[in-house]
Structure formats: structure tokens, C-alpha cells
């Protein structure tokens, strides 16, 4: 059964800082890993989409690599603001296409 | 495009009584929909899996009687929640895979129910 651990669970850091959010999974045979965005109360925003085939992705600020033989993926934030500020999820989409989700990271970006 | 919607987005009601919660794709027909329950500062948990004109396939330890589930049309899915109770109280999600393509999935936006 696939497992999704995401770390740090939770991150506080000042305006401006690049970041690392930290998503593990143990089952490698992923047909692609999506990250989201929660902010509090609402639904998720999809930020990125890697497909298995694919190593990154990028879009803005924002940065997704997988590295499928290692069961890892990272989400790269750029020079971090206080609109970023929310839950950030990742999930493994395996060969059931059923997306398994982490906890999270909490991510609170001070001015 | 790939936008879903969620109906009511906030919903009170009372012990015993019931409550459905609508799911709707509203730019892309939908095969398949997934409901989703979410506890305060806790991950998704997947409910089940709910496919366009057949029964729906529940996670262990969902009670299928409780959460009715109906995919009537590519666009709607509805989950019922039969006899309410307060732990039922909860953060509802559900998602939408486009059929075809990349299997990912777009999410609505929650209900949020309060079962006093």
C-alpha cells in the first residue's frame, strides 16, 4: 500500500527565502505525483503535474522534480511571499490512478 | 478550463436528518469522480471511487449505506450523507478526472458540514 510522507509538516520562515518542501513515497510504480495548494477552508489548487516519464516541472515561481527510483519529489518556491502562505499537499498517483496524499506542510511566509 | 464546483459550500443541519452534496464538472465530462473526507489539519482520506452509470467502490471502512453515492450523469456526482450525526462533521471534497489524458484530477472546492 502506497505511503505518503511529506516534510517538514510545518514551516515558517520570513519574506523572501527560497524554499524546500520534502515529499516521499514508498511505492515507486507511480503513474505521476501532483502537488497542491490548500488554503485554509477551501478546496486544493493544482500546482504541478509530473508525469512518470518526466524528471521536473515549472511553472513561475515554482518548481517540481521527481526522482522516481528514490520514491522522492521536491517542491522548489523562489523567493518566497506572504501570499504563499497556505497547506501545501503532494499526491502519488499509482497504477489504480487513486491518488494517495500526504499530510502536508504548512507553510506560513512572514513579511 | 476544468473547473469543479461543490453544492452547498457550507451546510449546518441536525442529528438524524440527511444531506446531499452536489459535484459537478462544469467544462469536462467525467468518467470518474472521487469523494473525499478531510479532519482539521489531517490529509484527504478517500471515501470512493464514484463511476458515470454504475455503483460506486468504497474505501474499507466507509459505510456504503451512510454515503450514498450517485454518478448519474458525465457531470454530476451527488453524495448523501443518511442520518447524520455530529462526528460526521467534516470537510467533504470531491475531484474529477477528465477522461482520457493525464488522469489528473480536478478538485472542487469543499463542503464544509456541521451536523448539530
Known amino acids: 500500500k502506497q505511503e505518503v510522507t511529506q516534510i517538514p509538516a510545518a514551516l515558517s520562515v520570513p519574506e523572501g527565502e527560497n524554499l524546500v518542501l520534502n515529499c516521499s513515497f514508498t511505492?515507486?510504480?507511480?503513474?505521476?505525483l501532483q502537488w497542491f495548494r490548500q488554503d485554509p477552508g477551501k478546496g486544493l489548487t493544482s500546482l504541478l503535474l509530473i508525469q512518470s516519464s518526466q524528471r521536473e516541472q515549472t511553472s513561475g515561481r515554482l518548481n517540481a522534480s521527481l526522482d522516481k527510483s528514490s520514491g522522492r519529489s521536491t517542491l522548489y518556491i523562489a523567493a518566497s511571499q506572504p501570499g504563499d502562505s497556505a497547506t501545501y499537499l503532494c499526491a502519488a498517483q499509482g497504477g489504480s490512478y487513486i491518488p494517495t496524499f500526504g499530510r502536508g506542510t504548512s507553510l506560513i511566509v512572514h513579511p | 478550463g476544468a473547473v469543479v464546483s461543490q453544492h452547498p459550500s457550507r451546510v449546518i443541519c441536525k442529528s438524524g436528518t440527511s444531506v446531499k452534496i452536489e459535484c459537478r464538472s462544469l467544462d469536462f465530462q467525467a468518467t470518474t469522480m472521487f469523494w473525499y473526507r478531510q479532519f482539521p489539519k489531517q490529509s484527504l482520506m478517500l471515501m470512493a471511487t464514484s463511476n458515470e452509470g454504475s455503483k460506486a467502490t468504497y474505501e474499507q471502512g466507509v459505510e456504503k449505506d451512510k454515503f450514498l453515492i450517485n454518478h448519474a450523469s458525465l457531470t454530476l456526482s451527488t453524495l448523501t450523507v443518511t442520518s447524520a450525526h455530529p462526528e460526521d462533521s467534516s470537510f467533504y471534497i470531491c475531484?474529477?478526472?477528465?477522461?482520457?489524458?493525464?488522469?489528473?484530477?480536478?478538485f472542487g472546492p469543499g463542503t464544509r458540514l456541521t451536523v448539530t
Open positions: 511505492d515507486s510504480a507511480i503513474y505521476n
Open positions: 475531484s474529477a478526472r477528465r477522461s482520457g489524458g493525464s488522469y489528473e484530477q480536478y
